[in-house]
Every structure is written in structure tokens, then in C-alpha cells.
């Protein structure tokens, strides 16, 4: 079965101030063999945090990529967290993130894929970034993709009120804001997928350029998926969880 995207399972975007963040999941429920990712993000005014998830019905969750690059105060973590559905999660069950440390604004969006390996999943990290007042062309070649695999790109601002256009052969997920207050008290986050086409470099394969509607501070991550016929992960350049700065 190649990678799919079923369906939006669930957004919300919060200023009250916490460290567990949930969402019901809808009357369609979360199919047995599908993965749930989860992309979370946070203010949090320390240098260091970790995150957990976990759902009703007991399904394993992994915390795939972390980009917390943002230089101001509070401290902007973005996390991708996903899960194997072994169990299915029918209508009225939850799914919940935790953090570390006590975040004042947070946004969540939780989308559901089928075709994705269920184990060893992961070409991740691809690339993260941040730190960058206008935009930037990722990925960079660190991995090499094969037909079907899914990239997924995430990205953040740290202007409220900036929103992003993504490339062409990108489909856009759903996004989630904050509002009131100043830029520095509100978090939002924007994503797309697409799958491969191609098997290369990721920089040969495909390569996406999130453009802000205005010069802001932002900071993004690319994150991928094996297609569920793989077998393998393909191998790095760069040790996995490196920090890749910008140029």
C-alpha cells in the first residue's frame, strides 16, 4: 500500500499556560495500521526540553524530530511525534502530548497517514533550521529517498500574523495560530507533504522553499517516512540528531 494522507485528525492552539496537551479524536476514529504525527509547538523559557505521547488505547509514540533553534526568550521548541496505531482509536478517545517544562503558548496539530512502515520508520532528521529573517531552500543532501517515501515539512514563525506558501508539488496540512498579545507571546505552525518520485540525494529528489508573507524570524524542519514495501532506512552523512546550521 503507498503512503497516503487520510485525514486531519485533530488541531488546537492555546495561551493557557501547561504541560499536557490533548486531542479527541473524531467520529472516523485512527484505523489500525496508520500513523499518527503529531507536530507540536511550544514556548517554553528554558534551554532544554523533552516531550512524551500517549493515547487511550495504549499505541506506542516517538518523538521523531526536535528543532528548538529560535534565539529569543522564551524558547521556541517544535517537536514531530508519531505513533504506529497498532490498537485503533475510535471517536471520544484522546491523544496526548506532555512536555518537560510548563509552555504559555502552544500549537498542535495531529494528522493521520496510512502506507508507512511500522517499524524503523524513519529517514529522519533531514534538516533543521532556524534563526533565518527571510527563507530557505531545504532539504540538503543528507539521505537518500526512494519512490514513496514521505518528506514532510514543518515550519514556525516568530511574528504572529506571518503566514507561508509553499512550492509547488507540496500539499499544504492543516496549520494552527495563537492571537493577542505581542509576536514574542504566541506560536504557530505550518506544514506539507509530498511523497518521492524519484530515488537520490534529497536535494536531487525534491526540494521545498517555505516563502513568508513577510521578512520574519523563522525556523523549519523536514522530516521523512519510509514507505511501507522498505525495508531499510537509508543511510546518513551526518550522524542522526546533528544540528544543521544555516549557511
Known amino acids: 500500500m503507498p503512503i497516503a494522507f487520510v485525514k486531519n485528525v485533530g488541531s488546537l492552539a492555546t495561551k493557557t499556560s501547561g504541560t499536557v496537551f490533548s486531542i479527541t479524536v473524531p467520529a472516523a476514529g485512527v484505523a489500525a495500521g496508520s500513523r499518527v504525527i503529531c507536530r507540536i509547538a511550544t514556548n517554553i523559557g528554558v534551554s532544554t526540553a523533552t516531550i512524551t505521547g500517549a493515547d487511550t488505547r495504549g499505541n506506542t509514540y516517538a518523538k521523531d524530530n526536535l528543532n528548538g533553534l529560535d534565539p529569543n526568550t522564551p524558547v521556541r521548541f517544535t517537536f514531530v511525534v508519531s505513533a504506529h496505531i497498532a490498537t485503533a482509536l475510535v471517536s471520544g478517545d484522546t491523544i496526548t502530548l506532555t512536555v518537560s517544562t510548563a509552555s504559555s503558548a502552544t500549537v498542535l496539530v495531529i494528522d493521520e497517514f496510512t502506507g508507512?512502515?511500522?517499524?524503523?520508520?524513519?529517514?529522519?532528521?533531514?534538516?533543521?533550521?532556524?534563526?533565518?529573517?527571510?527563507?530557505?531552500?531545504?532539504?540538503?543532501?543528507?539521505?537518500?529517498?526512494?519512490?514513496?517515501?514521505?518528506?514532510?515539512?514543518?515550519?514556525?514563525?516568530?511574528?504572529?500574523?506571518?503566514?507561508?506558501?509553499?512550492?509547488?508539488?507540496?500539499?499544504?496540512?492543516?496549520?494552527?495560530?495563537?492571537?493577542?498579545?505581542?509576536?514574542?507571546?504566541?506560536?504557530?505552525?505550518?506544514?506539507?507533504?509530498?511523497?518521492?518520485?524519484?530515488?537520490?540525494?534529497?536535494?536531487?529528489?525534491?526540494?521545498?522553499?517555505?516563502?513568508?508573507?513577510?521578512?520574519?524570524?523563522?525556523?523549519?524542519?523536514?522530516?521523512?517516512?519510509?514507505?511501507?514495501?522498505?525495508?531499510?532506512?537509508?543511510?546518513?552523512?551526518?550522524?542522526?540528531?546533528?544540528?544543521?546550521?544555516?549557511?
Do not use: K, M
Open 116 to 247: 508507512i512502515q511500522p517499524t524503523s520508520p524513519y529517514t529522519t532528521p533531514l534538516d533543521s533550521r532556524g534563526d533565518i529573517v527571510t527563507n530557505v531552500t531545504t532539504p540538503v543532501p543528507l539521505y537518500t529517498t526512494t519512490v514513496g517515501d514521505l518528506l514532510a515539512l514543518t515550519t514556525c514563525s516568530s511574528s504572529y500574523g506571518v503566514t507561508f506558501t509553499f512550492n509547488a508539488g507540496w500539499t499544504v496540512l492543516t496549520s494552527a495560530v495563537t492571537s493577542g498579545g505581542g509576536s514574542a507571546t504566541n506560536r504557530d505552525i505550518y506544514g506539507a507533504w509530498q511523497l518521492a518520485t524519484s530515488t537520490g540525494s534529497t536535494a536531487a529528489v525534491t526540494s521545498c522553499t517555505p516563502t513568508p508573507s513577510a521578512a520574519t524570524y523563522h525556523y523549519e524542519c523536514l522530516f521523512g517516512y519510509l514507505a511501507a514495501s522498505a525495508v531499510t532506512p537509508p543511510s546518513a552523512s551526518q550522524p542522526v540528531g546533528q544540528f544543521l546550521p544555516f549557511f
